[in-house]
């Protein structure tokens, strides 16, 4: 290892006293940046004294421009409009474009039909319109409209309704289902 890796072991480890830290001023300028300008002014040395020892030391350094990058020759040409590349160009078919579009068109028109029959078998029920369970099976026929939607195939059985205005798991679901053909009809146009 290096004479400056060494002290600046000792700096991290603690090992070194003020006046070695104050003696090399890239050792206080670190020693201010890991342990804080607060540690310098407990120890006792200057922020200011350091920070003119430090100047000084790069003084030496020959050349005034330690700083300065040097950049390539600006004589280089620049790419002319005509030797860019061409664009590419995507050959659609119109009848791609036809068909994909009337598929978006389908898919959300089904989407708002199932979200539509969704709600209105969910609020006002299926029961108003298709024919429910007799009312000598069960007391509840008569009230119970909406369609379970998992009993829809046993529509005279007294269980296959439920009251109106309650959300099922299965409304949830059908749902979610129609309102993401409704988004996916949306993306495909």
Not at 118 to 129: A, E
């Given at each position: 290892?290096t004479d400056?890796?060494?002290?600046?072991r000792e700096?991290?480890?603690?090992?070194?006293s003020?006046?070695?830290?104050?003696?090399?001023?890239?050792?206080?300028?670190?020693?201010?940046?890991?342990y804080?300008?607060?540690f310098?002014?407990?120890?006792?040395?200057?922020?200011?004294?350091?920070k003119?020892?430090?100047?000084?030391?790069?003084?030496?350094?020959?050349?005034?421009d330690?700083?300065?990058?040097?950049?390539?020759?600006?004589?280089l040409p620049?790419p002319?409009?005509?030797d860019?590349?061409?664009?590419?160009?995507?050959?659609?078919?119109?009848?791609?474009?036809?068909?994909?579009?009337?598929?978006?068109?389908?898919?959300?028109i089904?989407?708002?039909?199932g979200?539509?029959?969704?709600?209105?078998?969910?609020?006002y029920?299926?029961?108003?319109?298709l024919?429910?369970?007799?009312?000598?099976l069960?007391?509840t026929?008569?009230?119970?409209m909406?369609?379970?939607?998992?009993?829809?195939?046993?529509?005279?059985?007294?269980?296959?309704?439920?009251?109106t205005?309650?959300?099922?798991?299965?409304?949830?679901?059908?749902?979610?289902?129609?309102?993401?053909?409704?988004?996916?009809g949306?993306?495909?146009?």
């Amino acid at each position: 290892m290096t004479d400056d890796s060494n002290r600046l072991r000792e700096l991290l480890d603690g090992k070194l006293s003020p006046e070695e830290i104050a003696e090399d001023p890239v050792l206080s300028s670190l020693a201010e940046r890991i342990y804080g300008s607060d540690f310098l002014e407990q120890v006792g040395i200057s922020r200011g004294e350091t920070k003119r020892s430090l100047a000084e030391k790069f003084s030496e350094v020959e050349g005034d421009d330690l700083l300065v990058e040097i950049s390539p020759d600006d004589s280089l040409p620049l790419p002319m409009p005509d030797d860019m590349p061409d664009v590419p160009s995507y050959d659609l078919s119109d009848d791609d474009v036809i068909s994909r579009s009337l598929v978006s068109k389908l898919t959300i028109i089904g989407g708002f039909t199932g979200l539509t029959l969704v709600i209105v078998n969910l609020f006002y029920g299926f029961g108003n319109f298709l024919g429910g369970c007799a009312t000598s099976l069960h007391d509840t026929c008569g009230v119970s409209m909406k369609l379970n939607w998992l009993d829809f195939h046993r529509m005279g059985a007294y269980d296959a309704w439920g009251p109106t205005g309650s959300i099922g798991i299965p409304d949830i679901v059908l749902s979610v289902i129609c309102a993401l053909t409704i988004i996916l009809g949306f993306r495909r146009s």
